[in-house]
Nanobody
Framework: QVQLVESGGGLVQAGGSLRLSCAASGFTLGYYAIGWFRQAPGKEREGVACIGSNKLDYADSVKGRFTISEDNAKNMVYLEMNSLKPEDTAAYYC????????????????????WGEGTQVTVSS
């Protein structure tokens, strides 16, 4: 049974940093694509970052500020977020896809197969 559990969200001032973690279980991390998505109240879900099959992909809005990484030995995925802005405020979700090449395609539009419950990130101005 695939499970994804996010942690690390919280309240931070603009310009600050946070690291989100996603604990994955029920599958082998290296064989899946993993993505981080976010959704703010009243806004569409946005694909933030994706990692899989030696491919990294980021939304333009976070390029140069966010870094996605994974630790296959620990079955953990991370999202390092720096230079945070108030517009980064959202619920952040970890997601997994059975297609390891998912990051090469329209992952931002079609989403992924499995989702966590999310963790809230609030950036104050």
């Amino acid at each position: 049974q695939v499970q994804l559990v996010e942690s690390g969200g919280g309240l931070v001032q603009a310009g600050g940093s946070l690291r989100l973690s996603c604990a994955a279980s029920g599958f082998t991390l290296g064989y899946y694509a993993i993505g981080w998505f976010r959704q703010a109240p009243g806004k569409e879900r946005e694909g933030v970052a994706c990692i899989g099959s030696n491919k990294l992909d980021y939304a333009d809005s976070v390029k140069g500020r966010f870094t996605i990484s994974e630790d296959n030995a620990k079955n953990m995925v991370y999202l390092e977020m720096n230079s945070l802005k108030p517009e980064d405020t959202a619920a952040y979700y970890c997601a997994a896809d059975k297609n390891p090449f998912r990051c090469h395609g329209s992952w931002r539009i079609y989403g992924m197969d499995y989702w966590g419950e999310g963790t809230q990130v609030t950036v104050s101005s």
